[in-house]
């Protein structure tokens, strides 16, 4: 089993995820718009609540659960 999935490993994901919620924000902050994919799409998915929590943080802009080439398969 790997490293991280075993019993006792000194992961946190709950702090991994708040690590990675901050460099995307840095991202966004920094000029760069995202689009998160999932491999939900088209269903409500994780990338929906990422990218509500990203825009509840900066504001509504720069960050997309699913771009425009995500919805049309382009």
Not at 10 to 25: T, V
Not at 33 to 61: F, K, M, N, Q, V
Request: charged share 30%; net charge positive; proline share 7%.
């Amino acid at each position: 089993v790997e490293a991280r999935f075993r019993p006792g490993g000194n992961r946190d994901p709950q702090a991994e995820f708040a690590s990675a919620l901050d460099f995307l924000e840095l991202r966004v902050r920094g000029g760069e718009s995202l689009c998160l994919l999932c491999w939900c799409h088209p269903e409500r998915c994780h990338a929906d609540g990422i990218a509500a929590e990203l825009r509840r943080r900066i504001g509504p802009t720069g960050v997309e659960p699913r771009c425009r080439q995500c919805r049309t398969g382009n």
